[in-house]
Structure formats: structure tokens, C-alpha cells
């Protein structure tokens, strides 16, 4: 993927900042949650925004939000224009962004992993192997009793 222009950049930062402080000051849309913006992505013509944000709350939340985005998309979109001062002001579109969630996610089960990893430590402290110390078959060695009896006459299987 190719790095935007400064240029493209610099709009796009500033339209996350014009959209954020309407959001906060201006739109009073009571389906509006507690949104914050993360990201906006310009194309390269600087034609289309597209705005990342995520909501504090449920999916109900979520989806009222998603809502009244919507409907405050005109609004935002002559408040940008009249901001930046562009001839061609670029449609918006909000979209929203999963990542944080994804990563909260990651963290819980990272967490259990860790302590998986601990309970395993705390249950391998003190704890001696099974069996024998050595628990290799060693090879016999010449006048190893193995049934132990000092007669060797019988290992040899003879009816003296």
C-alpha cells in the first residue's frame, strides 16, 4: 500500500479533529453514545473519508450510534467544508472500528494464558519424578545375580 501524500494526511488529521469536536459540542442526537474517533482514511483525490470510531457500550449502543451518525452526516460534511475550506469537500463514511475490541480480547486471553503458565510453575515446585531415580534399563553385567541366589547353577538350566 502506498503512503498518502502529506498533503492527504494532513486533511485527514484534520478532519478526525473537526468531526471529534462536532460530535462533542455540536450534534446533541440522544441515540449518540460515547464515540470516540480513531481514524479517518482520505483516498489519494482526497474525494472520500472514511472515519473510524468506536462507542463505549453494548451493541444496542452501537447500533443507535451507528444511527445517528448517519443522520448527522450532512451536517458534519458542510462543517468540514466550511473548516478546511476546500473547493470539493470528500464524502464521509463511518465505519466502525473493531480493533480496540480485538485487542481487549487478545489481553483477556493472554491473561489466562499467563496464569495457566503460573498454576503449571506452582505444581512443578517440589515435585519428584516418578519411579526410580534413573529409569534406564542398564546393560547386565557378567556375575549379576538376577534372581538372586548365589547359584549360577540354576541360570544355566542344568538338573544337577
Not at 65 to 93: C, D, F, N, W
Request: a negative charge.
Amino acid at each position: 500500500m502506498r503512503m498518502a501524500s502529506p498533503r492527504v494526511r494532513k486533511i485527514a488529521d484534520r478532519i478526525r479533529v473537526i468531526v471529534a469536536e462536532m460530535l462533542e459540542r455540536r450534534i446533541k442526537d440522544p441515540r449518540l453514545g460515547f464515540v470516540t474517533v480513531t481514524d479517518v482514511r482520505l483516498t489519494g483525490d482526497a474525494q472520500n473519508a472514511t472515519i473510524y470510531y468506536t462507542v463505549l457500550g453494548e451493541d444496542a449502543d452501537q447500533q443507535s450510534t451507528a444511527a445517528a451518525l448517519e443522520s448527522a452526516k450532512g451536517l458534519l460534511r458542510s462543517e468540514v467544508g466550511k473548516q478546511l475550506g476546500m473547493r470539493h469537500v470528500p464524502s464521509l463514511a463511518f465505519e466502525f472500528d473493531g480493533i480496540p475490541e480485538s485487542a481487549r480480547h487478545l489481553d483477556e486471553v493472554l491473561a489466562r494464558a499467563k496464569e495457566a503458565d503460573a498454576a503449571v510453575a506452582a505444581a512443578r515446585e517440589g515435585a519428584q519424578p516418578a519411579g526410580e531415580p534413573d529409569p534406564y534399563k542398564k546393560p547386565r553385567e557378567i556375575g549379576d545375580d538376577v534372581d538372586g541366589d548365589e547359584s549360577d547353577a540354576d541360570d544355566l538350566g542344568d538338573d544337577a
